[in-house]
């Protein structure tokens, strides 16, 4: 749906620019002579305005055009407005949450075909990216960046462990764990029972997740391919992500999420008076930069 939006605008933008430009370059100026041989003769102004006399068409094109344009602008290069649909992310972004995301953290794309027109960064780990979903790109997915290209990733008794990339022959590095710390129950529910709150050391980042206590996990080994990133949901065992449909190619990537501009909660029941889709409250404490 976002990637109609931007053809939508990338649209408009060329209609009502191409209208305008068309009467600027060859309409205008006829009428300026036709209206300059029809002037009384010894008129002291040789300057004819047409802005007045222009189509209504034309001069509605004129209004829209800086509109469409700015914002197809701002859009596609700069920062896209998404809301968080689901709970796959607590506690690091909550459903009714409304984001930001930076589009030119790693690449500037042409807004149509998502080609890469200018490199202008490299994923981290631990960021929380937006990308078009590799099974249904008319999607878009957010998860947090947790394998890069090469390396090789195992998930084990719900803990995750890294490998750093490795020629063949060569003696390859033990998997690393990621650092956990447990911060005990937390306040939100699965099911009736309350999940277990951890803080993870990525890196450089710490950040907080969700595992449900009573899931059982297996051990299971991702190698990432070059080109492609290794994704999960901060709500561990409540999350479709890398573990069940594959890698993220590095042509899928929208951009980071960086900001949480606005965020509501829907709590109305079906039997309320007012529908269920018009917000209960608003979260102002959520409002801020996106960890």
């Not at 951009?255 to 501009?261: H, L, P, S």
Request: aromatic residues 14%; proline residues 7%.
């Amino acid at each position: 749906m976002a990637n109609y939006f931007s053809i939508f605008l990338v649209a408009m933008s060329a209609l009502t620019g191409g209208v305008w430009l068309v009467y600027a370059l060859f309409y205008a100026p006829k009428k300026g002579h036709e209206a300059a041989a029809m002037a009384p003769s010894g008129s002291s102004s040789n300057i004819v305005s047409t802005d007045a006399e222009l189509p209504v068409l034309v001069d509605n094109c004129k209004q829209f055009f800086p509109i469409f344009f700015g914002v197809m602008i701002f859009r596609s290069f700069i920062y896209e407005p998404f809301q968080i649909p689901s709970g796959s992310m607590m506690p690091t972004l909550l459903e009714g949450d409304f984001i930001l995301v930076e589009k030119f953290s790693y690449g500037l794309k042409d807004p149509v075909t998502r080609s890469q027109i200018i490199d202008t960064g490299e994923v981290e780990r631990g960021d929380i990216v937006v990308f078009k979903y590799p099974l249904d790109t008319n999607i878009d997915y957010i998860k947090r960046v947790v394998g890069l290209p090469g390396e090789t990733i195992i998930y084990s008794n719900k803990q995750v462990f890294i490998q750093a990339p490795c020629e063949p022959g060569q003696l390859c590095e033990r998997p690393q764990p990621v650092q956990l710390s447990s911060e005990g129950d937390s306040e939100f529910l699965q099911r009736g029972v309350a999940l277990d709150l951890f803080t993870e050391q990525l890196g450089e980042l710490e950040h907080q997740i969700l595992r449900h206590p009573l899931n059982a996990s297996a051990a299971y080994k991702y190698d990432v391919p070059e080109g492609h990133y290794f994704v999960l949901g901060d709500n561990r065992d409540n999350s479709q992500d890398s573990r069940f449909w594959g890698f993220v190619p590095q042509e899928n990537l929208v951009g980071k999420a960086t900001f949480i501009w606005m965020s509501f909660d829907f709590e109305r029941a079906e039997q309320d008076f007012l529908p269920t889709w018009i917000p209960s409250s608003v979260r102002f404490k959520r409002v801020g930069s996106i960890h």
